[in-house]
Structure formats: structure tokens, C-alpha cells
């Protein structure tokens, strides 16, 4: 493996950014374009954070994903199992919608930098960006594509003991909710949905080839989480 082979696999495949608080025994286990913002935002209570408070003159929500504003304590999996913590969540979502928002957002939008490592640019079609990411296995994967269950597991371990799904994260967030409530009397805001882009049509950006690849590549997680090929 050359040089940049190996920087590529310590960056992107090995990144962890688990959010921890030993205030609240709580963990979340952060996985990159399945709500993440949207539920950093609405967690902001737990680290005496509102969603109207800014940081460095800056508006919160710009900062929801920064380390070094004082905001967020991060941690690895081997710290979250030893932990023992009495919550332990992850947010998941369909594997064809994530990929078709990470393209949106990492490649439409704004250009993400650390694609440029498997040869993306911003004129990377969608049919050319899923066609490389179906060749990269999860330890060269940057994380906002890489495999949802990778963030899930350590080892045989699978770490979260409550796992909420993207698609009816609505329904699901009071269960968050009642958990801070009833144990630290802490509210905890209503799950709001931020930083969406596109039109929401992410089935009519895949053709057959495509939404076959992806069944591919995450076919562990799709079968994992019982996900669905977009109709």
C-alpha cells in the first residue's frame, strides 16, 4: 500500500466523532448525513446550549460540527463501550437517500475537498460519484459515505441500545425526549430538519445500474436495517 494509500485509510476510514456526556449518561453515535445536524441542534440543551445562542459571534448552527468550539465532547467507540452508558443512540437512514443527499449536498452544493482523494471534482455526475464510492471498501471510505453500520460497530459489538430511523425520526424523537425528561428533568427541543437541500426527489436521480450498485456496496446495511430501494 503506497503512502497515500495509507493517509487516505487513518483519515477517512478510521474517523469517529461520537458525542459523549457523563452528565446526562448519554452517547450518540454520529453518523454523517442521516440528520446529524438536525440532531446536534436539538441536543444543544444537553451541553447548556440554545439554538439561538452564538459562538465566537457566530450563530450556533454554523458551528454544530466543529471541535474546537467549545461545544460538544467527542469520543471514540472503545471509550463509549467502556462507558457503559445507560443511552447509547444512533440515527439512521435509507441507504439509496443518503447517497443521493451526500451528492446533493458534498458535491452539487458545495464541493467537498476530501473527494478530490478518489478523483471527484465538482463536475462529478451522480452516476460517476455512486460508481466510485461502489468500489471503495469502509476502511478508504470518507465518512459521509462510508458504511452506516461501520459508526455502529465495534468488533461483534453493535454499541447503540436505541436506534431511530431518519424516516420517521418525527415519531420517534419523543422516545430522546422522555428520556432526558423523566431522568434529569431536562427539555430537550422537538426535532427540527436543517440543513436540507434539493428538491427531496432523490428516486429519480438513480437508473437501474445505479440503484443496483448502491444494493451492492451497503448491502449489509440494507439488510441490517431492512432498507428499501427508492420508488
Given at each position: 500500500?503506497?503512502?497515500?494509500?495509507?493517509?487516505?485509510?487513518?483519515?477517512?476510514?478510521?474517523?469517529?466523532?461520537?458525542?459523549?456526556?457523563?452528565?446526562?449518561?448519554?452517547?450518540?453515535?454520529?453518523?454523517?448525513?442521516?440528520?446529524?445536524?438536525?440532531?446536534?441542534?436539538?441536543?444543544?440543551?444537553?451541553?447548556?446550549?440554545?439554538?439561538?445562542?452564538?459562538?465566537?459571534?457566530?450563530?450556533?448552527?454554523?458551528?454544530?460540527?466543529?471541535?474546537?468550539?467549545d461545544l460538544y465532547v467527542y469520543s471514540d467507540k472503545q471509550s463509549v463501550l467502556h462507558k457503559d452508558y445507560s443511552l447509547v443512540f444512533a440515527v439512521v437512514r435509507n441507504s439509496w437517500t443518503r447517497i443521493a443527499s451526500c451528492y446533493i449536498d458534498k458535491i452539487q452544493h458545495a464541493f467537498h475537498k476530501p473527494f478530490a482523494e478518489y478523483g471527484m471534482s465538482p463536475d462529478t455526475s451522480f452516476s460517476e460519484f455512486v460508481e466510485t464510492i461502489a468500489q471503495i471498501p469502509d476502511d478508504r471510505s470518507e465518512i459521509h459515505f462510508r458504511s452506516q453500520l461501520s459508526f455502529l460497530f465495534l468488533g461483534d459489538i453493535y454499541l447503540p441500545n436505541l436506534t431511530l430511523k431518519v424516516e420517521s425520526l418525527n415519531a420517534q424523537w419523543p422516545i430522546i425526549q422522555s428520556y432526558f425528561h423523566s431522568k434529569y428533568?431536562?427539555?430537550?427541543?422537538?426535532?427540527?430538519?436543517?440543513?436540507?437541500?434539493?428538491?427531496g426527489k432523490y428516486a429519480d436521480m438513480y437508473d437501474r445500474r445505479t440503484s443496483k450498485l448502491i444494493e451492492q456496496r451497503y448491502s449489509d446495511e440494507i439488510a441490517f436495517f431492512n432498507f428499501s430501494p427508492l420508488s
Open positions: 500500500m503506497e503512502n497515500s494509500d495509507v493517509q487516505i485509510q487513518i483519515k477517512m476510514g478510521k474517523m469517529e466523532r461520537n458525542i459523549v456526556n457523563d452528565k446526562y449518561n448519554f452517547a450518540y453515535l454520529t453518523i454523517p448525513k442521516a440528520a446529524n445536524s438536525s440532531v446536534k441542534y436539538a441536543l444543544l440543551p444537553t451541553i447548556s446550549k440554545s439554538q439561538n445562542d452564538t459562538i465566537h459571534d457566530s450563530p450556533i448552527i454554523q458551528n454544530l460540527h466543529r471541535t474546537d468550539k428533568d431536562l427539555r430537550i427541543e422537538d426535532m427540527k430538519q436543517i440543513c436540507k437541500r434539493g428538491n
